[in-house]
C-alpha cells in the first residue's frame, strides 16, 4: 500500500537491507556496496534482497528520504553530491521533473521484462525503467454504506452530492504521490477550465485532507482498521483485497474504478553515482522474475513484467480500470508546480 511525498527535507533513513536477481557477475567481480534510494514504502519480502547480495557479492544499502515527492526533491537538492547510486520509486507524475534536473544517467536493461517495462517509459532519454504500475482510485467501505442504506458512489461528481458530505478523505497533493495522482485524474477528468470548480464543491461538502496515504487509509477511513469515521479514502485499485477476512464474503472494500489515475513506478541510475555497475545490477533485479512476483504482495502494485504470476485474489478483487484518466506527461511538466500551487491555494489555504 502507499505513500506521503513531500515537498519539504526530510530526515533520511540509512538502514542495511539485503535481495535475489537473475544473471549477475560473481561477487569477485562485483564486490562492495550499492546504494539505494527509495521511498519510505519500499518493501520486498524477506530473502530476496540477501539473494541478490550473495549472487552479487553487493552490499545494498537504502537511503529513503519520504515518498515520491521528497524523494525527486532529495535528489535534485543533493545532485552535486548524490544520496546513492539507483533510485526506485519515482512516478510518472515527476519522472519528467527528475529527468528535466538532470539528475539520471541513461541505462537500457537487457533482462526479458525490459521489453515489457519499455512500453511504459516516460521519454525516449533511457533514464528511467518502469518496474512496477497500478491505480490510484478512491475506495469505499461497502460494509459501511451497507449498514447505513446508502448507495455507495461511483463517480467523481457523485462526491458532491449533499449525501456523502463529510465522508471522503484524500491526501494532499502537494505531499502525497497519490494525492497528485488524484489531483491529476480530475484535471483529466475536468479539465483546465473545470477541475478548480469541482475541487471548491468537495471542500464545500466536507473533503478532508490528510498529509498522506498512511493517515488517511489507516486512520480516517472506517474501512482501513483503524476505526475511521470516513467511509471514501484514496488509496489503489489493488487495496480491497488486503480487507478480505473470509473467502466466502470477500473484500469489505471496493474501488471506485471510475476515479482512477494510473500510476507507474520507475527505477534509474544516479547521475555521478559511485557504483553506477551496482545500480544497473539492482535495476536488472528489480525486473527479475523473483521481485516482479513479489511486487503485488509486497508493494500492492501490479508488475510491468508480462509473464509474472499475479495473486488469484487480484483478479477477483483488484482489477484495474478499464479508462482510467489521463493527462498528457508534457502538460504534467509544463503545469504540475502551478496545478499544485493552486491546488493547495484553494484546498488548504
Not at 199 to 205: E, F, H, V
Not at 289 to 296: F, S
Amino acid at each position: 500500500m502507499r505513500k506521503t511525498l513531500g515537498l519539504g527535507l526530510a530526515a533520511l533513513v540509512l538502514t542495511g537491507c539485503s535481495v535475489t536477481g537473475g544473471s549477475t557477475p560473481s561477487a569477485s567481480e562485483s564486490a562492495g556496496t550499492v546504494t539505494l534510494v527509495t521511498h519510505d514504502s519500499f518493501h520486498l519480502s524477506d530473502g530476496l534482497l540477501a539473494d541478490f547480495e550473495q549472487q552479487t557479492g553487493l552490499t545494498v544499502k537504502q537511503v529513503a528520504p519520504g515518498d515520491g515527492g521528497v524523494l525527486v526533491n532529495q535528489l535534485i537538492l543533493t545532485k552535486d553530491s548524490p544520496l546513492g547510486d539507483v533510485v526506485f520509486g519515482i512516478d510518472n507524475s515527476f519522472a519528467t521533473r527528475a529527468i528535466d534536473a538532470g539528475v539520471l544517467a541513461p541505462y537500457t536493461s537487457q533482462v526479458p521484462a525490459a521489453e515489457d517495462a519499455a512500453q511504459y517509459a516516460p521519454d525516449d532519454s533511457g533514464s528511467l525503467t518502469a518496474v512496477d504500475f497500478g491505480d490510484v482510485c478512491l475506495n469505499v467501505d461497502t460494509t459501511w454504506f451497507a449498514d447505513h442504506g446508502v448507495a455507495e458512489p461511483t463517480t467523481l461528481d457523485d462526491l458532491t452530492r449533499p449525501e456523502y458530505r463529510d465522508l471522503t478523505v484524500v491526501t494532499n497533493a502537494a505531499t502525497s504521490s497519490p494525492g497528485l495522482s488524484f489531483l491529476l485524474a480530475t484535471i483529466g477528468a475536468k479539465g483546465e477550465d473545470g477541475w478548480q470548480a469541482y475541487w471548491t464543491a468537495l471542500k464545500d461538502n466536507g473533503l478532508k485532507v490528510a498529509e498522506g496515504w498512511s493517515d488517511a487509509y489507516y486512520s480516517d477511513f472506517s474501512g482501513g482498521g483503524g476505526g475511521g469515521s470516513r467511509p471514501i479514502a484514496l488509496s489503489y485499485a489493488s487495496s480491497p483485497p488486503e480487507t478480505v477476512t473470509d473467502e466466502a464474503a470477500g473484500p469489505t472494500t471496493a474501488a471506485m474504478l471510475g476515479t482512477c489515475f494510473r500510476q507507474v513506478e520507475y527505477a534509474g541510475v544516479i547521475e555521478g553515482a559511485a557504483n553506477p555497475e551496482g545500480a544497473q545490477q539492482l535495476i536488472d533485479f528489480l525486473l527479475s522474475d523473483a521481485v516482479q512476483e513479489d511486487i503485488p504482495g509486497s508493494m500492492y502494485m501490479y508488475p510491468v513484467s508480462s509473464t509474472a504470476a499475479l495473486p488469484d485474489a487480484w483478479a477477483q478483487w483488484a482489477p484495474l480500470s478499464d479508462d482510467p484518466w489521463t493527462v498528457d506527461p508534457a502538460e504534467i511538466s509544463e503545469h504540475r508546480d502551478e496545478w499544485v500551487r493552486d491546488w493547495t491555494d484553494l484546498v488548504v489555504g
